[in-house]
DNA sequence: ACAGTAACCTGTTTGC
DNA sequence: TGCAAACAGGTTACTG
């Protein structure tokens, strides 16, 4: 599910209901996620009061009153609200419980991450490497055009490389590069300026749709009928395989890039 | 210090 | 229908 559009639309639905609760509980299931949570860490979480919930990256920051839990949806993590005493479902892996309210966990693939640190979190480990946001007056097309000299790789792996900027994922890198007009193999070190400044719009433009389209995605989960869209239809490549181009009918071509699915017309991405 | 690959894990889709 | 292989939204650890 999460690339940072989801993320951001599940930092949106849960903020505003964690902020100023006290931590009832804490309950884990699985603590074996991408890393290990220590059970000694719920002495120093229970009890806390929450202070806010932030997004770095597509790391989820609670912040409590010493130090802050740290979540991660890897590929396909979800929190939502159930019930406190709601029976658990297969790959149900934690609890966090305010009083009334109940924030769950459910990760099949358990490529995501609970856990908790003492000190500031932007300082973590996890978080203190990370690029920029894309949002950030700093995340501009001159700062991709300096980092590009380091860069041989292709310009995909650059943009979803999250030393350089965070949150662009496998879907918006693919999408991003087919509105700035860029073969997705081409050298990052090959990119011309200008052409960097339009990426960064590109980018910025395809996080916002996908941020719009969230909130119904989210709402969509909660559902009966539960899955999430993923706007589909507004998509230009990604997944789109022998489609045509939607802006010249050239068959859309899929090539590996970095181990990842990559999708492109070589009419309209030079 | 960087590029490329393997690995973490389970569910779903595809192909024989 | 059954089974195996391929593949999936992320990220890090390792190797060269």
Request: net charge positive.
């Amino acid at each position: 599910m999460p690339e940072l559009p989801e993320v951001e639309t599940t930092v949106n639905a849960i903020s505003g209901i964690l902020t100023k609760r006290q931590i009832k509980f804490l309950k884990v299931y699985q603590p074996k996620l991408r890393y290990f949570f220590k059970s000694t860490w719920l002495n120093s979480i229970v009890g806390q009061k929450i202070i806010n919930v932030k997004r770095r990256g597509k790391y989820i920051i609670i912040n409590l009153q010493v130090g802050a839990l740290i979540v991660h949806l890897g590929m396909t993590g979800k929190l939502f609200f159930s019930k406190p005493n709601e029976p658990l479902k297969k790959h149900d892996h934690f609890d966090l419980n305010v009083g009334q309210f109940n924030l769950r966990y459910n990760d099949p693939r358990r490529f995501g991450c609970l856990i908790w640190t003492k000190s500031e979190p932007l300082k973590h480990k996890l978080i203190i490497k990370l690029g920029e946001e894309p949002f950030s007056n700093n995340f501009t097309g001159t700062y991709l055009y300096e980092r590009r000299q380091k860069h041989k790789t292709s310009i995909k792996n650059f943009i979803m490389n999250n030393k350089v900027v965070v949150g662009v994922g496998n879907i918006y890198a693919n999408e991003a590069l087919f509105l700035a007009g860029i073969n997705p193999k081409t050298k990052a070190c090959n990119i011309s300026l200008v052409r960097f400044n339009k990426l960064v719009l590109c980018i910025r433009n395809v996080l916002n749709q996908a941020i719009e389209a969230g909130g119904t995605t989210l709402q969509d989960y909660f559902s009966p009928l539960g899955e999430p869209g993923y706007f589909k239809t507004k998509l230009y490549v990604y997944g789109r395989e022998h489609e045509q181009c939607r802006n010249c009918e050239t068959t859309i071509k899929k090539v590996i890039i970095g181990q990842r699915s990559s999708f492109y017309c070589y009419h309209c991405q030079t």
